[in-house]
């Protein structure tokens, strides 16, 4: 089926559809580039019958206002955010055309103590009178309203699981999917299935827990485990154990996850692992695009999907199973802010490679040192990639002086959270955050930050995730099947540096697309957090030595709005880095 392709501005003339627009835009005028992508996307609806319209557009453009202006040509739809950031932000905008429905963790049980969750509705499938709408409990309550509502706003995990068995949230006209570059990975996540030695013994008694390394071979004590876990549920039914029914049933629906992955071993992975609550298996999904394509279809019919960061359409399309269905894509190349206000600096310290990094962290932070000599009343955000190197900057900096500007945290939630709250509330406009977590989803609007620094290219870890291992050893072998012994696939074997793959330094590596595409995003969602309106101005300092051969292999991924603003760092920063 034809991929059809828009870029905006465009060298010829566009359709204009504004006065049909008009009518259905929510704001009084329209941003820059708003007016073209909604004017093309109204005669293309007109037009062809689209199974889906991609829309990459930079930030500023105002993808939300494109989206609820979009839902009234339809007569029903589901508006899908992966972010509770962004789900508030729809519903503060637009709360009075939009109906939310969440998971029932977030609601109590009005016939047992904690929440919905854990409600004999749910856990045992017993009656219960405030599942009914004459006396809905809030989550029932909600669940009706969003079930009658012509759009419906819900997270993906929650929404997925619901049209699959409920029919009362059947297939609709269209969803919007905004973040929608993350749904690759959301939809990963949504299907990885685990079981642990804990549930094992409950199941089975003394019997040892299995440790298979094939995904195949697992298959026969899982459908085992569904079969006595049914029959446990049904015993302890029988004997009136309402709390045996709940923990049974939970286990079961973990032990139907599993087995649908199992049914495509080829594409589920297992890891065996420990944490503190003991010995567990993960089965886990390669790619999503075997199962993606239809869980999208029994969502809606038609799919828009919204994003800053597609970068790459057809493998975007492809990573979710849609690579055969008509498709318009509308890439905005141009970002809406005035030229300047974005900045991108290469000031190389070395690599940060595990076996160099050592000589090159203590570079960054001398020219971490100099940016906030610039800029002392200047807010900065530093990403530092692990905990491991946050520790080393924290220490670095503390010890040059600047110890009571830094915010940071460590694994700990709380911990985390009080740090970033701290940050985006205290009004001393000197603090820089040095965090491993806010490289994406976190908006510092205006003069929360003003800098940023990347202090490693955000590679995905290849050794330890058998999922990232695998794809990409798939992704080689086939380009090598089809490819090898032509210019396009220079193969050589492995070295100790290639993590088992293809040993060949100087080549772009075509057959690891996918890889770099995920790290290009990871950069740009990076480099979005600092500017996010006409009126900010902000510079983007990249550290890691690696980011030329990267940027020269992968440049075609990044956009272009990207790829214009990326410059020499500044004179006085350079005076740090000799």
Not at 363 to 368: D, E, F, G, P, T
Not at 483 to 494: A, L, M
């Amino acid at each position: 089926m034809p991929l059809i392709k828009v870029n905006i501005p465009s060298k010829t003339p566009l359709p204009n559809r504004w006065e049909e627009v008009r009518r259905d835009f929510p704001m009084p005028s329209p941003r820059p580039f708003q007016q073209e992508v909604l004017s093309v996307i109204y005669y293309a609806m007109a037009k062809d019958d689209f199974d889906n319209i991609v829309v990459q557009a930079p930030t500023g453009i105002g993808k939300s206002a494109i989206a609820m202006t979009l839902q009234n040509r339809f007569k029903s739809g589901y508006l899908l955010t992966p972010s509770l950031g962004l789900t508030e932000q729809y519903m503060a905008d637009y709360g009075d055309k939009l109906v939310e429905v969440r998971g029932r963790r977030n609601f109590d049980c009005w016939v047992r103590p904690g929440t919905a969750h854990a409600a004999p509705c749910w856990r045992s499938g017993r009656s219960c009178p405030h599942t009914k709408e004459e006396d809905p409990c809030p989550y029932y309550e909600q669940k009706f309203a969003g079930r009658d509502a012509r759009i419906t706003l819900s997270n993906p995990a929650y929404l997925f699981r619901v049209v699959q068995g409920n029919s009362s949230f059947e297939q609709r006209d269209f969803a919007i999917i905004d973040e929608a570059h993350q749904l690759e990975d959301f939809m990963l996540d949504l299907m990885e299935g685990r079981i642990t030695a804990k549930e094992w013994r409950l199941v089975f008694g003394p019997r040892n827990f299995p440790h298979h390394y094939h995904a195949a071979d697992w298959l026969d004590d899982v459908k085992e485990m569904k079969t006595n876990c049914e029959a446990l549920i049904e015993k302890a039914e029988l004997d009136g154990d309402e709390d045996k029914v709940q923990q049974f049933t939970d286990i079961l629906s973990k032990v139907i996850t599993c087995l649908e992955l199992l049914a495509d071993s080829k594409n589920c992975v297992v890891e065996s692992n420990n944490n503190r609550f003991g010995t567990y298996v993960a089965f886990r999904p390669v790619r999503a695009n075997r199962f993606a394509g239809e869980h999208l279809d029994n969502v809606a019919r038609k799919r828009i999907f919204l994003s800053a960061t597609v970068l790459d359409i057809d493998t975007f399309l492809g990573s979710l199973g849609l690579e055969d269905q008509k498709t318009l894509y509308v890439n905005v190349t141009k970002s809406p802010f005035p030229d300047g206000n974005f900045n991108v600096h290469y000031a190389g310290c070395g690599s940060m490679s595990w076996g160099k990094r050592a000589h090159s962290i203590p570079r960054q932070i001398k020219a971490i040192t100099g940016i906030m000599e610039k800029w002392p009343n200047k807010r900065g955000v530093i990403l530092p990639h692990s905990h491991a190197i946050r520790k080393e900057f924290v220490n670095g900096l503390k010890d040059a002086g600047f110890e009571d500007r830094i915010v940071t945290h460590d694994s700990d939630v709380r911990g985390r959270e009080m740090a970033i709250k701290k940050f985006l509330t205290d009004p001393d406009d000197s603090l820089v955050l040095i965090s491993t977590y806010v490289g994406e989803g976190f908006d510092f609007k205006g003069k929360l930050a003003e800098w940023l620094v990347m202090c490693k290219i955000p590679y995905l870890p290849i050794k330890g995730d058998a999922v990232i291992e695998q794809r990409m050893e798939e992704d080689e072998h086939q380009w090598r099947r089809d490819k090898e012994g032509t210019p396009e696939c220079p193969y050589e074997p492995p070295t100790k540096y290639s993590n088992g793959l293809c040993g060949n330094f100087m080549c772009p590596s075509p057959c690891q697309k996918h890889y770099n595409l995920k790290t290009a995003l990871k950069v740009v969602q990076g480099a979005g957090r600092i500017v996010r309106s006409p009126d900010d101005v902000g510079h983007l300092f990249i550290l890691d030595g690696s980011w030329p051969r990267f940027f020269r292999q992968n440049s075609h991924l990044l956009p272009a709005w990207f790829r214009s603003n990326v410059t020499e760092p500044p004179t006085w920063l350079k005076r740090h880095l000799t």
